[in-house]
């Protein structure tokens, strides 16, 4: 678990004149264990924002801190977060397990730990009797825990999410919302959750950062950003 610290943040895409600056200095203190949601209309930054912190894009200006440690020059992989994507493509010809497993094993974890890690995530998400089977043989709630699962087992200080829900029908977009409350319940890792879903962000947010056009609109509880005068 660590803080996390948006400190001045620029993103622009392109170079010279034709650049377009889609992210406007955006500063946030993220205490330790805090969720965080990030709203805002489509097109307003809140991706970009998100794959900044992942390191899959590069920052422009500023600086983004995980606990006391600038990451802006560190490969995703060096970064101590994991993220949950809205297509949790899962690998359909390998069992829960072997899934859950598969980034330890590129990592080279031992076998004994990547085993330990695994039935941990499998028995908090619930999936412990799952474990030999084939994504085919899940239901849509259950695959979303797998992706889960996969994330929970690297032991990440952050984990970001980006819109896991948005593809899920009614029923298990609710489901899947418990669960990731009740994720960060019982292991308080700090998050990043984007969403364009205002109702979405209520429910989940400790705090949420309110983004409009590339600015940091407001940031505050939910009750504080909905009952400015
Ligand atoms: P959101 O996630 O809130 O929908 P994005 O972060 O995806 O917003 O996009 C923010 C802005 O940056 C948009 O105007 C989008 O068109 C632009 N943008 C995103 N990715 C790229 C890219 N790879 N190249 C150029 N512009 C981009
Ligand atoms: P999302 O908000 O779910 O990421 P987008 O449609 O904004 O979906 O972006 C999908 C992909 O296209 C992303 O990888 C993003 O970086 C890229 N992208 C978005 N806008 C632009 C743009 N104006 N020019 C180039 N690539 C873009």
Redesign the pocket.
């Known amino acids: 678990m660590a803080t996390l610290s948006l400190r001045n943040v620029v993103k622009r895409?392109?170079h010279g004149p034709k650049a377009?600056q889609?992210i406007h200095g955006v500063n946030a203190e993220i205490k330790d264990g805090e969720f965080i949601v990030i709203v805002?209309p489509?097109?307003?930054?809140?991706?970009?924002?998100l794959r900044m912190v992942a390191g899959l894009e590069e920052i422009s200006g500023g600086e983004i801190a995980i606990g006391p440690r600038v990451v802006n020059n560190l490969e995703p992989a060096e970064r101590d977060i994991a993220m949950v994507f809205q297509n949790y493509a899962l690998y359909p010809h390998m069992s829960v397990f072997d899934n859950m497993a598969y980034g330890l094993k590129i990592a080279k974890v031992p076998v004994e730990e990547i085993k330990a890690r695994v039935d941990k995530a499998a028995k908090i998400l619930e999936l412990g009797h799952l474990l030999e089977r084939k994504p085919r043989e899940l239901s849509g709630g259950q695959r979303q825990r797998v992706a889960m699962g996969r994330a929970i087992v690297r032991q990440p200080q952050v984990f970001l999410f980006d819109e896991p829900l948005s593809n899920l029908d009614a029923k298990l977009r609710a489901q899947t919302r418990l669960e990731i409350q009740k994720l960060h319940r019982d292991l308080g890792i700090t998050s990043l959750f984007?969403t364009h879903d205002q109702v979405e962000a209520m429910t989940l947010a400790q705090r949420m950062i309110v983004?409009n056009g590339g600015n940091m609109e407001q940031f505050g509880t939910p009750e504080e950003v909905y009952h400015t005068p």
Not at 42 to 49: D, E, I, Q, V, W
Request: glycine share 26%; charged share 5%; proline share 0%.
């Open positions: 895409y392109g377009n889609v805002g489509s097109g307003c930054g809140k991706s970009t924002l984007v983004m």
